[in-house]
């Protein structure tokens, strides 16, 4: 069925004249008398009888018009979808939360994702840095909140959050009674409580690298997440590295926490992304992640550009 022709009729019959209608759909009248008797010809059945002043449907050319009434709406609906989709604003995005970052910026900007685009269906999840890029890799996941650096080529990240690195002492700990910034000198020797490094190689190393530049920590204890980890450092089997505001959310008893001495340890957050296969609606996400604290970006620079990581 000619959707073409099919619009024209509706016209027409909601003018029932063959001037009024051709002027509204821009076209000579001549025309349009072609096109709806073509139509006529195409369906084998009469739909209008001219008169003096215009012309009337016939029973058949008045059922034709109400079919021709929803078809026209029906495409216009899957128009609207398919566009909203192409633009973002329908479908689906699946993303990772990484689990050392719950309740912060990713938080914030997947709540103002929801209500800026409800129509999207959102699936989230919650894993380590190492867990989402691998479901990345495998198609499962659109984006993801990481731990950077990532050694993956394939995966694009934005740094979104930077947060300072604080150290969780036990509070009867001789360190925790220090109001000053603590010198890696401080620490250097103690034992320490980790979380395993394959769940973020690259924030592991970039941790250890910063707190520990001379020989890597004594790790004695590994635990599963941060919320374990304090509770390690409360039971006195070490200290522990942990961002800041993680080590607000949990407030453990038994945990003191200590700032250290410049240039001052940090961790960032990164979303992570295929760039070459990005839905429409990531691209809408990355456009509204935000810009980390900080200084200026300096001339030629953009800290919103995506770029690999490695």
């Given amino acids: 069925m000619d959707l073409h022709r099919m619009r024209y009729f509706s016209v027409l019959a909601e003018e029932l004249n063959f001037t009024r209608a051709a002027r509204r759909l821009r076209v000579a009248q001549p025309a349009l008398s072609q096109q709806i008797k073509a139509l006529e010809r195409q369906l084998g059945v009469q739909l209008v009888e001219r008169t003096s002043r215009g012309c009337t449907l016939t029973p058949i050319g008045g059922a034709v018009a109400a079919e021709a009434r929803e078809l026209l709406r029906l495409v216009a609906e899957a128009d609207r979808r398919i ?8 479908g689906s995005l699946r993303v990772a939360y990484t689990r050392s970052a719950r309740g912060g910026v990713s938080d914030t900007l997947m709540t103002e994702f929801r209500s800026r685009y409800p129509q999207v269906d959102v699936a989230l999840q919650t894993g380590w840095t190492a867990h989402n890029v691998g479901e990345l890799l495998a198609g499962r996941l659109d984006a993801a909140f990481v731990r950077p650096p990532l050694d993956v080529p394939e995966l694009a990240c934005r740094i979104i959050a930077e947060e300072e690195l604080l150290l969780a002492v036990p509070s009867g700990h001789p ?24 769940n973020g190689p690259g924030m592991h190393a970039s941790i250890t690298g910063q707190l520990w530049p001379d020989r890597p920590p004594r790790i004695v204890r590994e635990e599963p997440d941060d919320e374990q980890l304090l509770l390690a450092v409360a039971a006195g089997h070490g200290i522990a590295p942990i961002p ?3 080590a607000r959310v949990f407030r453990i008893p038994g945990v003191s926490l200590r700032r250290l001495a410049r240039p001052v340890p940090t961790v960032t957050l990164g979303l992570a992304h295929h760039p070459r296969t990005a839905s429409p609606a990531v691209q809408l996400l990355l456009a509204m992640a935000p810009l980390p604290p900080g200084p200026a970006p300096a001339a030629g620079t953009d800290r919103r550009t995506d770029r690999h990581t490695g």
């Fill in 83 to 90: 566009t909203a989709v192409a633009r973002g604003q329908q």
């Fill in 175 to 198: 360190l925790a009674r220090g109001r000053g910034r603590l010198a890696p000198d401080g620490f250097r020797d103690e034992p320490v409580v980790l979380w395993p490094r394959a």
């Fill in 244 to 246: 800041e505001g993680r």
